[in-house]
């Protein structure tokens, strides 16, 4: 099992800048993929950004190119998401979740470790 625990979201202006953070426990050792998923009311969960667990390679969604920045600090065990450049649009519960099956997936189902989520909300 893995366990994932999201902090670092809250309330601030277009234009701004949050740092999400997700803790990892468990067995970290079968992740393949860390993966920033989010959900706005109404909305299905998107993909936001992923990264290789161990290597480092990145991929992000077409919304959020050279805004966000999704890193690990494997002595940490920690995964981050940088936010800059918010928009109200980046308004949404970001979840961070753990593929422990494969590489290289956006696909939210294939995803088999979820957070609770946090909220980030981003006012105009």
């Known amino acids: 099992q893995v366990q994932l625990v999201e902090s670092g979201g809250g309330l601030v202006q277009a234009g701004g800048s949050l740092r999400l953070s997700c803790a990892v426990s468990?067995?970290?050792?079968?992740?393949?993929?860390m993966g920033w998923f989010r959900q706005a009311p109404g909305k299905e969960r998107e993909f936001v950004a992923r990264?290789?667990?161990?290597?480092?390679?990145?991929y992000y969604a077409d919304s959020v190119k050279g805004r966000f920045t999704i890193s690990t600090d494997n002595a940490k065990n920690t995964v981050y998401l940088q936010m800059n450049s918010l928009k109200p649009e980046d308004t949404a519960v970001y979840y961070c979740?753990?593929?422990?099956?494969?590489?290289?997936?956006?696909?939210?189902?294939?995803?088999?470790?979820w957070g609770q989520g946090t909220q980030v909300t981003v006012s105009s």
């Open positions: 979740a753990a593929d422990s099956n494969r590489y290289g997936s956006n696909w939210r189902h294939d995803y088999d470790y």
């Open positions: 468990g067995r970290t050792f079968s992740i393949y993929d």
């Open positions: 990264i290789v667990w161990r290597g480092g390679r990145t």
